[in-house]
Nanobody, 119 residues
Framework: QVQLVESGGGLVQAGGSLRLSCVAS????????MAWHRQAPGKQRELVAYITSGGSTNYADSVKGRFTISRDNAKNTVYLQMNSLKPEDTAIYYC?????????????WGQGTQVTVSS
């Protein structure tokens, strides 16, 4: 089993910044891709950013140029640096990770952290 715990959410004014962290723990053999998703009230969960084990990244169009995803493989941690935040970025942010063990791949999710951007 792998557990993911997010932190770093909070309340920030528009134009401000936050840095989210997500630490994976448990019986970790190999973490492949890791990602951040978000879900705003009344909306579907959407992919925000994605990073492969080799460091390649991809972003939703709505956050390109403002958000940066990174990871520290030695710490089993993925980060999301969020700059120039907008009220429409308000959501619960979830991390997830693709864990490989015994030749099987399984995605795990964290419990989420709330990000609120005031105008």
């Amino acid at each position: 089993q792998v557990q993911l715990v997010e932190s770093g959410g909070g309340l920030v004014q528009a134009g401000g910044s936050l840095r989210l962290s997500c630490v994976a723990s448990g019986r970790i053999i190999r973490l492949n891709a890791m990602a951040w998703h978000r879900q705003a009230p009344g909306k579907q969960r959407e992919l925000v950013a994605y990073i492969t084990s080799g460091g390649s990244t991809n972003y939703a169009d709505s956050v390109k140029g403002r958000f940066t995803i990174s990871r520290d493989n030695a710490k089993n941690t993925v980060y999301l640096q969020m700059n120039s935040l907008k009220p429409e970025d308000t959501a619960i942010y979830y991390c997830n990770a693709d864990h490989m063990a015994d030749y099987r791949s399984q995605w795990y999710w964290g419990q989420g952290t709330q990000v609120t951007v005031s105008s």
